[in-house]
Nanobody, 122 residues
Framework: QVQLVESGGGLVQAGGSLRLSCAAS????????LGWFRRAPGKEREFVAR????????YYIDSVKGRFTISRDNANNTAYLQMNSLKPEDTAVYYC???????????????WGQGTQVTVSS
């Protein structure tokens, strides 16, 4: 099993930046694919970005391309989501998750963090 703890959320004005962290314990994070998801008020959980365990390649939904960057720090067993040029529509609880099958569907991910709130004011 792997335990995931997100941090770095908060309140930021539109156009600002935040860096979310996902600290893993129990297993080596590099052995898993990792995804970031978000749940906005009144909406279903939405895939945001992923990074593969093998090649390290990343993938993003269109609405965050050019603004968000997903990365790994294998030495510290931590993943990150750098969020720039934030918009009010980015407001959500953000979750990191890991799995062994690469994909964008929540069902592909086995272990989930507790989430961290990101609020972007206009």
């Amino acid at each position: 099993q792997v335990q995931l703890v997100e941090s770095g959320g908060g309140l930021v004005q539109a156009g600002g930046s935040l860096r979310l962290s996902c600290a893993a314990s129990g297993r080596t994070l590099s052995n898993y694919n990792l995804g970031w998801f978000r749940r906005a008020p009144g909406k279903e959980r939405e895939f945001v970005a992923r990074i593969s365990r093998s090649s390290g390649s990343s993938y993003y939904i269109d609405s965050v391309k050019g603004r968000f960057t997903i990365s790994r720090d294998n030495a510290n067993n931590t993943a990150y989501l750098q969020m720039n040029s934030l918009k009010p529509e980015d407001t959500a609880v953000y979750y990191c998750a890991t799995g062994v099958v690469i994909g964008s569907l929540p069902d592909y991910y086995i272990y989930w963090g507790q989430g961290t709130q990101v609020t972007v004011s206009s």
